[in-house]
Nanobody, 115 residues
């Protein structure tokens, strides 16, 4: 069992930057593939970026070059650095942890990009 708590979401102006954090507890963090997903109003939840236990990363085309994902296994935390934010990045951002058939989700944190 893994508990995930996201933080860092807020209102930011277009072109701004934000770093989201997801703190994990309850299991061996380093073995999990960690991901950030987002869901905008009226839209399906989509994968933003993921990082494997070995450190390999993947990102959606819509955020490549602007967002980056990183993990700190010593702190049981995964981060999403978001730069050059656009209004279309507005969404609730969720952290998840996957190992085998087990998947866990956080409660989400709201990111609003608006002037």
């Amino acid at each position: 069992q893994v508990q995930l708590v996201e933080s860092g979401g807020t209102l930011v102006q277009p072109g701004g930057s934000l770093r989201l954090s997801c703190a994990a507890s309850g299991s061996i963090f380093s073995i999990y593939t960690m991901g950030w997903h987002r869901q905008a109003p009226g839209k399906k939840r989509e994968l933003v970026a993921s990082i494997s236990s070995g450190g390999g990363t993947n990102a959606a085309d819509s955020v490549k070059g602007r967002f980056s994902i990183a993990r700190d296994n010593a702190k049981n935390t995964v981060y999403l650095q978001m730069n050059n934010l656009k209004p279309e990045d507005t969404a609730v951002y969720f952290c998840n942890a996957i190992y085998g058939r087990d998947a866990y989700w956080g409660q989400g944190t709201q990111v609003t990009v608006s002037s």
